[in-house]
């Protein structure tokens, strides 16, 4: 373990929040009357909100000439005391160490007792307004949202009493429609699942008035629930756009039917930013006041931007590519969901394989089985015994070998009739591997709801004469062939509206799965940043970072140094020895380079004037390694349980320490960044 110039408690107890209050899953702020709502998922009390009221902050540069160009209270030093007085503002200097970019920074701090609206009217009823881009004046002034000025002012943190993402209560849900485009298609179906056991299916019917009580029932089931989150996949993007028109077509007032948790809030879009590696994705983020709603195919997009290997973000293709997709999941393509849904058709469900057809599956015995008879049918598949070698043409192979709607049993080795040309118990086990290969043919087929012909004189009989030379083997084969049959009376008749329930039901497992999968270290990484659970599903390393910076820097009594304009990056030196297409190529991939090269030779800004990039990156580093050697250690002991514990501990904490390379070389982003040093990483 390294030495630590900050103490290592100290390091702890600032990413772990200072403050203990357990139990808080959503932070809201009330602007009217400056009160924070903190919504908490109780174990033993349920879901209730608790409020206090905000310490509104900011942090500002030397106004000076601000207030010469604004004439700023009309350069009054009374008119601004009886102002501060008024706003409850108050003004303290920051240390800077004497680092010119922290000069020239943000090296005082405002805080305000009467909330942060109050704050921005001190300075906007003086002459102010700070978001003003004339005379950079928006530059002066460097402000986080008020959610995150009460965390990191209160050391309080999300999720604190929570170890695991499955105990935070959440709802996922999907929508089921007659077509994209919401001003001509229509909602017929509505699926909510939660990880509490609640699952819900709104069926709706075709027509204004099902519709309307469908929609009106889903908030009301919200409502009924209240989850910590609500989320859905491309829910940003498809399912929430849709509600909203389809409650304007309808005539439906939504933000009186979306009921939050606080009187008054209403439902709501604003602008999101999505990020993902070196680029930026906006989007428009759905509010309800005290849930976090989220999008799940967010947090897979940015596994995709630094896993080059997955090559889509479709639900199927990321549950397939996770392997935790179900071994009977229910497809249909999208053109026709709506189709089955309104179908007046009979389907035959296969509920071991999520697969339906239009006809029933059958087996049958035929007397006399021609080649023109096979040939004449050529939608019915038949089955024959046949030799290892297919070598003759006897018996059964004689009409039906080489056509294209057959099956062969293997029942003997070759067709000759010397004693090693038969199947012996003897090598049942091998005699089984040949005959279950052709039964695997034989379900195939029967999952695509087609005639099963078998031969009436049987298989494995006649020249095979499996029953006198194998009748091990021959017992096997009768067992299978009625194990076929029960297999076929599993399958169920249904109709169009069971298949497409089916569908939407295991799309809001995968949902949940994916959402597992993907966001555990989203959850992790919430429980110590300073900021809500929607942003930190949607936030880049830098500002990462930068949130952890600015709260360390907020309790240090620190400023904040100035940002830089970005310039182009020079990284490490490579060279191509050999042109042309190379066969034997080695991969070499560094477990932890570039945190590894920063805490070994010390390449950090001297902008961080108290060390707290190295000592934070230092701690993660030995923390990750740390739960890496757990989770191998308790592999090996066989453990899963709590080896896959230590994995998921050290995946959000992987995340943070190869972050701030990017953090480092975003000058412009990120305030204590510097190029430079970003290069000489690389």
């Given amino acids: 373990m390294a030495e630590y110039k900050i103490p290592l408690d100290e390091i702890e107890k600032f990413l772990n929040g200072h403050d203990d209050e357990k139990y808080i899953v959503n932070i809201e702020y009330d602007q009217d009357t400056n009160l924070i709502h903190k919504i908490k998922q109780d174990p033993e009390n349920g879901l209730y909100i608790e409020k206090e009221p905000l310490l509104a902050f900011m942090w500002i540069k030397n106004l000076n000439k601000v207030k010469e160009i604004v004439n700023f209270y009309n350069n009054s030093d009374a008119k601004i ?8 503002i108050e003004i303290k200097s920051l240390e800077h160490g004497n680092h010119p970019k922290l000069i020239d920074g943000y090296k005082y701090l405002v805080t305000c007792n009467q909330g942060h609206q109050r704050m921005i009217q001190f300075f906007k009823e003086g002459g102010i307004f700070i978001y003003d881009n004339r005379n950079d004046i928006r530059n002066h002034f460097l402000m986080v949202s008020p959610v995150e000025q009460y965390l990191i002012h209160t050391g309080k943190r999300l999720f604190k009493g929570f170890d695991e993402y499955s105990e935070i209560h959440k ?51 919200i409502n009924e629930i209240k989850p ?37 809030e209403l439902i709501n879009n604003r602008s999101g930013m999505l990020k993902l590696g070196n680029e930026v994705e906006n ?30 973000v479709g ?24 189709n089955t849904w309104y179908s007046e058709e009979k389907y035959y469900f296969n509920n071991r394989t999520g697969t339906f057809t239009k006809t029933k599956p059958s087996i049958e015995f035929i007397d006399d089985i021609t080649r023109d008879y096979v040939k004449s049918n050529p939608n019915d598949i038949f089955v024959y015994s046949d030799n290892e070698l297919m070598s003759g043409y006897g018996e059964q192979s004689k009409e039906m070998r080489d056509e294209p709607n057959t099956v062969a049993i293997i029942t003997k080795k070759k067709s000759e009739t010397t004693d090693d040309s038969f199947f012996n118990d003897l090598e049942l086990d091998g005699n089984k591997v040949k005959i279950n290969q052709g039964i695997k043919e034989i379900i195939k ?62 799309d809001l497992w995968e949902t949940e799965q994916v959402d597992y999968k993907y966001n555990q270290a989203t959850f992790l990484l919430a429980k110590v940043l300073p900021t809500s659970y929607m942003r930190s599903a949607t936030m880049g390393t830098a500002a990462t970072w930068k949130l952890l910076m600015l709260g360390w820097s907020y309790h240090k009594d620190i400023g904040i140094p100035e940002t830089e304009p970005l310039r182009p990056f020079v990284g490490g030196l ?64 066989g453990d899963m349980e709590k080896s896959s514990y230590y994995d998921k501990k050290q995946l959000p904490l992987k995340i943070l320490n190869n972050g701030m390379f990017g953090s480092i070389s975003a000058p412009n982003v990120f305030p204590w960044g510097d190029t430079n040093m970003g290069e000489k990483i690389t």
């Avoid at 509010?287 to 940015?302: K, P, T």
């Fill in 574 to 637: 490579s060279r191509l020895l050999e042109v042309g297409y190379a066969k034997n190529v080695i991969k070499f991939d560094f477990d932890g380079l570039y945190p590894s090269e920063q805490l070994t030779h010390g390449i950090f800004t001297k902008s961080d004037i108290t060390g707290a990039m190295n000592g934070l990156l230092q701690y993660n580093y030995d923390n990750r390694n740390l739960y890496k050697k757990l989770k191998k250690d308790y592999a090996k002991q």
């Fill in 81 to 88: 005391r009886s102002a501060r007085e008024k706003f409850g």
């Fill in 315 to 338: 639900l199927k293709y990321v549950c397939k590519y996770n392997k935790i997709n179900k071994s009977n999941r229910v497809y249909i393509d999208g053109d026709k969901i709506g």
């Fill in 228 to 264: 910590a989150i609500i989320a859905g996949y491309n829910s940003a993007n498809f399912d929430w756009p849709f509600f909203f028109k389809r409650c304007e077509i309808l005539g439906l007032d939504i933000q009186k039917i979306a009921i939050t948790l606080k009187v008054g």
């Fill in 445 to 506: 087929h029967i999952n695509k709801g087609k005639r099963i012909i078998f031969p009436k004189s049987g298989i494995g009989t006649d020249s095979s004469q499996l029953q006198i030379r194998a009748p091990k083997t021959y017992n096997f084969l009768i067992q299978t062939l009625k194990a076929l049959r029960a297999y076929i009376d599993t399958i169920e008749e249904v109709d169009g509206k069971y298949i497409v329930e089916r569908y939407l039901i295991d």
């Fill in 283 to 312: 989007y428009e983020q759905t509010n309800m006041f005290g849930y976090s709603i989220i999008d799940i195919m967010h947090s897979a997009r940015r596994a995709q931007a630094i896993d080059s290997s997955m090559k889509s």
């Fill in 171 to 221: 709802m996922v849900f999907d929508l089921e429609t007659t077509g994209l485009d919401p001003e001509v298609s229509r909602i017929f179906m509505i699926g909510m699942y939660t990880n509490q056991g609640v699952e819900e299916i709104i069926p709706i019917e075709d027509n204004d008035e099902s519709e309307r009580l469908g929609i009106i029932k889903f908030f009301d089931k």
